[in-house]
């Protein structure tokens, strides 16, 4: 093609025809320069196809992480099959926390005793450990922001910074939590360690304080189960909160996937 042109121009300069050389390599360079735009624009389309097959995966991993993070904390607050043998929901603390509370204030009885034994307080604490690897490795390389729209983008990052706040409530709330249950340390859970240990020889009355209002340890009890219960709630409307957040983000990926 190349030897073609160059044959063409030869054959105009030997013919001393000026003006129909000058016409054919303006021409010529306007051939090229469509060539050029062509190649870049081809080059462009390549780049931009590569770059949503990539952000396709990205957001995917998202997904994938945003369902695990709604799956821990159905885990960790609501009744399911994947909990540990010995643990209990955060919403069955929450219960048997408001349960013994108003026992505290009617009034403990030797009866209370079964329900004392048989619930546990102890929910709520664990970290809320959520994935954040495919986000951090966006930031890392960049990608975060040619990842889809601005909307999207905004969304992501308002996601991550929701999350990142809420880890940090989280743990607050559970010291508040343990604060509770070592004010209740020598009084309440003396007595439940003593039955599970020699329940035989176990005796309430052995345990003035449970049947009186006015001794430190009682009072121990209702101020330590307010500090718990305070940091349950707040932990469980939290988890409540990222299992919404995630759906939301999940259908702004989901929309953005399918334009």
Known sequence: MIKFFRHIRQ???????TSKYIKYAIGEIVLVVIGI????QINNWNSKR????????????IINDL???????????FES?????????????????????????????????EFILNN????????LNLHNSTYEELINTGKLYTIGSDSLINAIKKYYKRCEREELYNKGNSETMREGFR???????????????DS??????NYTWFFDKNSEKYQNIQIGLALIEGGQQTNFKKMEQIINYSDSLIFAINKELKD
């Open 11 to 17: 054959s105009l300069l030997m013919e001393n025809k």
């Open 120 to 127: 546990n307080l102890g929910a709520g604490g664990a970290y």
């Open 67 to 77: 369902e695990m993070n709604k799956n821990r904390m159905k885990i960790l607050a």
């Open 200 to 205: 035989l020889n176990f005796k309430i009355n």
């Open 81 to 113: 099959a994947e909990l540990p043998k010995n643990y209990i929901p955060l919403e069955k603390a929450l219960s048997n926390c408001d349960s013994l509370f108003k026992l505290t204030y009617r009034g403990l009885q030797e009866s209370d005793l």
């Open 37 to 40: 735009l062509l190649a870049l």
């Open 183 to 197: 004010i209740m340390r020598d009084g309440y859970y003396k007595m439940i360690l003593d039955y599970n240990k």
């Open 50 to 61: 590569l770059m949503k097959s990539s952000n396709k995966v990205f957001l995917e991993k």
